[in-house]
């Protein structure tokens, strides 16, 4: 379709050159019988004479303009007839064909090859919106999905699903707003309301904002016990330099926490950061030690990434070859997730399910963070 | 696909630009009647194909196609469509498509027009026509193509600069563009006659329509662009003596002149030379005023493109258009012969003194625009040029110009009697007199000038209209017979009342505007109550608001005389999310002809906020004044007797039946 249409339009603009060019002597449209200028003149003529009628102007005024004006026409008159059109020579039309037929095609088909792209078709909003979910991207379903919120912005239940995607794809800004619609709309739960935080912290580039710090008290409000807003709240004492109370919130949210659990071994790092005192459990952990990871945080970024690595190579040996705790199990696939390399992070799933297949509540708990992860198939 | 059709068009145009260039011009040379006569059916298909392109990239605006990379840069799926559509020339790339779109435009309208024109001038003058827009087409595709592509079309664009959403602005642009590149076809007329060597009274009158609807459409463009600065900057200024605004305001004044020493070389075979280097002046100042704006010199609004390949092939095309037009004519303009003779006292020579004042007066605002960017590029050094400059140099050519306005219409050619003229204008004389009197007494003697100026606007203006009064001798022959020679007079009389009344209208807008202009800067608190030339404004309070892509704070005022409320002002201050972007919205409430400005500072903590509140007298006059010199144009390209030789039925002598050209015998 496109190409006749191209084709279409060449040979238009071909015809435009060839028709006038075949046209024979005389016969063209826009050959005046009395030349141009001598029109305009006979015109002014009779202007003058109008104007002498009108008593615009007084008789001796007219007659010299009528002499001025007669003259010039006259002058007009022996132009036309010294030189008339000359029919050409035959020569210069036969160029202008050649151009009209081969060149024009030729140079405007090469100079859109170059600069156009004939292949893509056009790809209006409305349509991509429109296509059948299997195909689209996750851009494209995130699009489709912003865009029905944009004309519903009260359906909580799709800010609610939203919100963690935005999450993932990396616009925590998006997903802080989606969060608070949500919240606003399906009211606060102490997830939520947590998740809604953690987006702002993350959007705020790891600062915990005085609204975020407001949405983590909240949660803690709804949910006294609540790990993950208290966790926050620490971290933001921490850093507004208020080292004293950020101890003694990092020891009281350890105070009693299973050792195993995901957060730990972050906390631990925070209380050692401020210097605090780290609880009776804090040795049993093979996770890296203080010196380790200050030794980490002076190294350089790729020696970092290295060492990373090799502990995260090493735990995988070792519970490869001795086999582990559900919770290791767990630290190996989120620290595969970290790195993102999300097939070894599958393959750890896997092994993990394996070792503890017959466990139940061991295989929940694994099933649980595989699917936090975003490893397992739920 | 219809993008990719509208690309094909582009570069299909092109190719036939590079035709259109060459072969109808050797035609026009060679006498080669054929050749010639691709000319117009040429530029017909070239406004087609444009045409088409130009449908395609609206297509791809409104279908928020955000393949197209133009689209994406400048474009939100979330526009009202509105400003979907006047995306399109809202930035770079579209607005060029634009510029050439009425490129070539004029070049088809001349095309289908000019069959009463020779033929050697039609063909050489639409050749002319192709190469500006060669050069421009060629400009578009190498360095600004509205239709790339992006292979991974993204799901949402970037939106429009805040500033350009605005209606205001959606029209402006594109009337400013009609008169800028409406100029190209006197250029490329007076080009045309270099190359043939022959230039006379008859060139003037064909030309004539063009330079009208120029002018026309760019007296509009400069008028909406100010009325525009006025509302949305919030300075209360109409006028700032911006570079952009002098780039359009210096082809309106070359144009001007154009315009006046256009009618001598029609009327009289006189100023033959002159007035082709000025169509060649007019058109490379709208060259320069692109090349100002476009290339990024200048930084305003306006500068969509800051893209140094980009300045530097407009600059290229700046050099090759100017220089090359300007050495023709130093080539054939001494082969030119000189026409008529005049004295100095006649229409010829008021006509001559108006065209020194404004070719002075644009010499005066081009040092004004050009002086900081030659001295930044050569010291280093920033210095603005601002309205002081301005006023002292553009300011007293006016003077002199608006005095001797009335007179230009009343004197006789050839030879005139200055006493016989002053003679017919001493009603309007009177008037001015009694008019400055009046605002003495009323305003007293301590703005001195203003009550002169007053005088002058009011001069222009009956001036005018004694013209009219005059011409048709009402007082000798009664006021029936003088009301049917009203009817009978050209039209081009009624333009030139018409279009010197405007004038009178506008000085009188300017001069009431500022120099009695009441101006209060003050921080008010809500509840505050202010006094503006006798109407009491009173501070309502703040109150945020969203829009569609914004969130402002808008400020409640109330107006009120007497204790009467007549209006309620709500100015803004705005926020542009999407790209962070502060806008001001004035509040404006007109009463009748003069107006109340309330404009929002910054809010301080306590709920007050900084206000600059206006009572500007009459400003509404310097917009309606430009109407009337918009219409005057209208009226004189009305005027049949610049149709001349057009095919005709036979209806010679009738008057009333304007629609009827006259015949060519």
């Known amino acids: 379709m496109l190409w006749i249409l191209i084709a279409a339009m060449t040979a238009a603009a071909a015809l435009s050159i060839l028709l006038p060019l075949s046209r024979r002597h005389g016969a063209g449209e826009g050959v005046p019988k009395v030349a141009a200028d001598e029109a305009v003149y006979r015109e002014q003529l009779d202007e003058v004479e109008r104007d002498l009628d009108r008593c615009l102007i007084d008789p001796p005024a007219a007659e010299a303009a009528r002499t001025e004006i007669a003259r010039r026409l006259l002058a007009a008159n022996e132009r036309r007839k010294s030189g008339s059109g000359k029919p050409g020579s035959p020569i210069g039309v036969r160029v202008g064909k050649v151009i009209a037929i081969v060149a024009l095609p030729v140079f405007t088909l090469g100079l859109y090859m170059v600069l156009g792209s004939p292949g893509m078709p056009d790809q209006p909003l409305a349509a991509r919106l429109a296509e059948p979910p299997d195909g689209q991207s996750v851009e494209e379903l995130v699009a489709r999905v912003e865009r029905h919120l944009a004309q519903n912005p009260q359906d909580g239940q799709g800010w609610a699903v939203i919100a963690p995607v935005l999450m993932r794809m990396g616009d925590p800004q998006g997903a802080a707003r989606a969060y608070a619609n949500a919240v606003r709309l399906l009211g606060p739960t102490p997830e939520r309301v947590t998740d809604m935080g953690e987006a702002m912290t993350m959007a705020n580039d790891g600062i915990i904002s005085a609204s975020a710090r407001a949405a983590f008290e909240q949660a803690v409000e709804l949910d006294p016990a609540a790990v993950k807003p208290r966790f926050f709240l620490a971290l933001a004492l921490g850093q507004e330099g208020r080292t004293e109370d950020a101890i003694a919130a990092w020891q009281s949210l350890l105070d009693g926490a299973n050792p195993d659990a995901l957060w730990v071994p972050a906390a631990l790092d925070e209380l050692a950061k401020l210097g605090g005192d780290m609880p009776e459990f804090a040795d049993q952990l093979s996770g890296p030690t203080q010196e380790q990871v200050e030794a980490a945080s002076n190294m350089a970024p790729e020696d970092q990434a290295s060492m990373i690595a090799g502990m995260v190579q090493g735990l995988a040996d070792r519970l490869s070859s001795e086999g582990g705790s559900p919770d290791e199990w767990i630290r190996l696939m989120r620290a595969y997730s970290v790195l993102g390399d999300s097939s070894k992070g599958r393959q750890a799933y896997e092994s993990a399910v394996l070792a503890y297949g017959d466990q139940p509540a061991d295989l929940a708990k694994i099933n649980a963070a595989a699917r936090e992860l975003g490893l397992g198939e739920s | ?665």
Request: aromatic letters at 12%; a neutral charge.
């Open chain 2, 1 to 665: 696909m219809i993008v990719e059709i509208g690309h094909y068009a582009l570069v299909l145009t092109f190719a036939l630009t590079l035709i259109q260039s060459v072969v109808p011009v050797y035609g026009a040379i060679k006498e080669d009647e054929r050749l010639m006569a691709i000319a117009s059916p040429v530029s017909m298909a070239m406004f087609l194909l444009v045409l088409l392109s130009f449908i395609a990239l609206t297509y791809a605006y409104l279908a928020s196609d955000f393949s197209v990379q133009n689209v994406w840069e400048n474009s939100h799926s979330a526009k009202p469509l509105i400003y979907k559509i006047t995306g399109v020339w809202g930035n770079h790339e579209g607005s060029l498509l634009l510029w050439v779109l009425i490129l070539v435009f004029f070049g088809a309208l001349v095309g289908f027009f000019g069959a009463n024109l020779p033929a050697p001038l039609r063909a050489a003058t639409l050749g002319v026509q192709g190469w500006v827009t060669a050069g421009f087409v060629l400009f578009m595709l190498a360095t600004s193509n509205p239709f790339n592509r992006i292979p991974n079309a993204p799901m949402e664009g970037n939106d429009l600069n805040p500033l350009l959403q605005d209606i205001g602005l959606a029209i402006h642009p594109p009337l400013l563009y009609i008169g800028y590149v409406g100029f190209s076809i006197t250029f490329s007329f007076a080009v045309a006659a270099l190359i043939l060597g022959r230039i006379d009274a008859a060139w003037a009158r064909w030309v004539r329509p063009w330079t009208l609807l120029a002018w026309c459409f760019l007296t509009l463009g400069i008028s909406m662009g100010s009325y525009w600065a006025y509302y949305e900057l919030g300075w209360g200024g109409w006028w700032f003596w911006d570079p952009v605004e002098n780039a359009s305001f210096m082809p309106w004044l070359a144009g001007t002149a154009m315009l006046h020493s256009a009618i001598v070389m029609e009327k009289r075979d006189a100023l033959k030379v002159w007035t082709v280097l000025l169509a060649i002046f007019t058109f490379s100042l709208s060259l320069l005023g692109t090349f100002l704006v476009r290339s990024g010199v200048l930084t305003s609004v306006h500068a969509f493109a800051v893209d140094p390949a980009r300045g530097v092939f407009i600059l290229v095309l700046l050099c090759l258009f100017i220089g090359g037009s300007l050495s023709l004519y130093a080539w054939r303009a001494p082969l030119l012969k000189q026409g008529g003779l005049f004295a100095p006292m006649s229409r010829e020579g008021a006509l001559v003194f108006n065209n020194l004042f404004l070719t002075a007066a644009t010499v005066a605002v081009l040092v004004g625009t050009l002086y900081p960017l030659a001295l930044d590029a050569v010291t280093g050094e920033k210095i603005s040029v601002g309205p002081p400059f301005f006023n002292l140099t553009f300011g007293p050519l006016m003077i002199p110009l608006l005095m001797a306005v009335p007179y230009g219409p009343i004197l006789a050619w050839k030879r005139g009697d200055l006493l016989a003229a002053t003679q017919r204008l001493y009603a309007a004389f009177g008037l001015a007199i009694l008019f400055t009197l009046v605002t003495f007494w009323m305003w007293g003697m301590d703005r001195v000038l203003a009550p002169l100026g007053v005088g002058l606007a009011v001069w222009v203006m009956a001036g005018s209209i004694a013209e009219i009064v005059t011409r048709v001798k009402v007082a000798e022959i009664g006021f029936g017979r003088g009301f049917a020679r009203l009817k009978g007079l050209p039209g081009s009389a009624w333009g030139t009342a018409t279009a010197h009344f405007g004038i009178g209208v506008t000085v009188l807008g300017i001069v009431t505007s500022t120099a009695f202009q009441d101006e209060k800067v003050l921080t008010m608190a809500p509840g505050d109550t202010v006094d503006v030339s006798g109407y009491a404004l009173t501070f309502d309070g703040l109150a945020p608001s969203r829009g569609a892509n914004y969130v402002e704070d808008v400020g409640h005022f109330t107006v009120r005389k007497g204790g009467v409320v007549i209006a309620e002002l709500e100015p803004s201050k705005r926020l542009y999310t999407a790209r962070q972007f502060p806008t001001t919205e004035a509040g404006i409430h007109t009463l009748v002809l003069s107006q109340i400005y309330v404009s929002l500072g910054e809010p301080r903590d306590n709920g007050s906020i900084d206000v600059r509140a206006y009572y500007k007298p009459l400003i509404t006059l310097i917009w309606i004044g430009t109407l009337f010199m918009a219409l005057g144009a209208v009226f004189s390209m009305a005027d049949r007797r610049l149709r001349v030789g057009a095919p005709k039925p036979a209806a010679r002598r009738d008057r009333t039946d304007g629609a009827a050209p006259a015949p060519a015998e």
